[in-house]
């Protein structure tokens, strides 16, 4: 009887397991590719319609040109809002400009604003050219 409990426990430890393991391979990762010819940073904000810029420990960089990756929560980014905002900024303005003078002057290279649908349509990538 004792060695039926262990058994069983087991075996529902090991289902519980599985189905984790089945969420993790049904995960969805979003990704920005930088086509251009320069390094840029980039940010993403869930403030929707408010298209102020975030904060700049938000901002992540550099993505040189013709690379490509994979941020934040995949498709879990969505939770808060059903439009995203992407910010792209020129690595050099980054590195040496002040952030106040970034977020005063507006000083973004391009403002994408996309839906999960949209996201999608775009093969899970957001591409800056």
């Known amino acids: 009887m004792k ?3 262990f058994f069983a426990a087991g075996l ?3 289902m519980l397991f599985s189905a ?3 969420h993790n391979k049904d995960y969805e990762y979003l990704y920005i590719k930088n086509s251009s010819d ?3 940073y ?3 904000s869930d403030y929707y319609p408010d298209t102020t810029i975030v904060k700049q420990y938000s901002t992540q960089g550099p993505l040189h040109p013709d690379e490509t990756t994979y941020f934040g929560a995949g498709y879990e980014e969505f939770e808060m809002n059903n439009t995203l905002i992407f910010f792209i900024f020129d690595a050099d303005r980054i590195e040496q400009v002040p952030w106040d003078t970034i977020v005063s002057n507006y000083l973004i290279l391009k403002r994408f604003e996309v839906t999960k649908e949209d996201v ?3 093969n899970d990538t957001i591409t800056y050219f």
Request: charged share 20%; net charge positive.
């Open 12 to 14: 529902l430890i090991i």
């Open 3 to 5: 060695n039926l409990k």
């Open 120 to 122: 999608r349509n775009m």
């Open 38 to 40: 320069k390094a840029i």
């Open 20 to 22: 984790s393991d089945c």
């Open 42 to 44: 980039y940010s993403i």
